[in-house]
């Protein structure tokens, strides 16, 4: 199981009609319906915000709107699409500008289907990795030690503040919080004891 990495987006036109695909990576419905009002604010000339979402570890929360369009023409194609690409927590919006051809339904699944596609393929995914955040606070002569023994790991969102003394924040996979926090305390002699869940 997948899951984005940072936004994307690709657009492409059909027959006059402008389809613009995105992609956003999400953890819960509400931050779905938080982003589905934005993106109906942000493009209030479209003629359809159209979306589907799956979110959770075992992408057990979906859902869709075809917002106006025929019932099953929309919504459900570009669901089709990102339950074939086995990705979760993430929502993907195809917002449409009306060209002035009809497209009948088959055109419809064919064009929604096609941005949903196509903006996949321009997706950064990485694998579904349950992280754990974690603390850690050093003074400046550990801290050399401490930054040499983090190379070794693959951490994520990492963030330092230097002050009177020095706050490692990020995150690590879970499972190899406890081999880190052992190697940090190790190597430092006992002095920095790395702090998880903050």
Wanted: glycine content about 10%; proline content about 3%; hydrophobic content about 40%.
């Amino acid at each position: 199981m997948d899951v984005p990495v940072s936004p994307a987006q690709a657009e492409f036109t059909v027959k006059g009609s402008r389809f613009l695909g995105e992609v956003f990576p999400i953890s819960s419905q509400a931050e779905v319906r938080e982003k589905l009002k934005s993106q109906k604010a942000k493009y209030a000339d479209a003629t359809h915000v159209v979306h589907a979402f799956i979110a959770g570890k075992q992408a057990e929360v979906m859902g869709m709107s075809d917002d106006g369009e025929p019932g099953g023409t929309a919504g459900r194609p570009v669901l089709d699409v990102l339950k074939g690409r086995g990705v979760t927590n993430i929502l993907l919006t195809v917002t449409r500008w009306f060209g002035g051809t009809l497209l009948g339904t088959g055109g419809l699944v064919h064009a929604y289907g096609d941005a949903a596609k196509l903006v996949l393929d321009a997706t950064q995914c990485e694998p579904l990795i349950e992280k754990s955040a974690f603390a850690l606070t050093c003074d400046y002569t550990t801290y050399q030690i401490v930054k040499h023994q983090a190379e070794n790991w693959t951490l994520y969102d990492v963030s330092e503040d230097f002050g009177e003394s020095i706050t490692v924040r990020g995150k690590i996979a879970a499972t190899d919080c406890e081999a880190f926090a052992k190697v940090i305390y190790e190597k430092t002699n006992g002095k920095v004891s790395v702090r998880y869940g903050e």
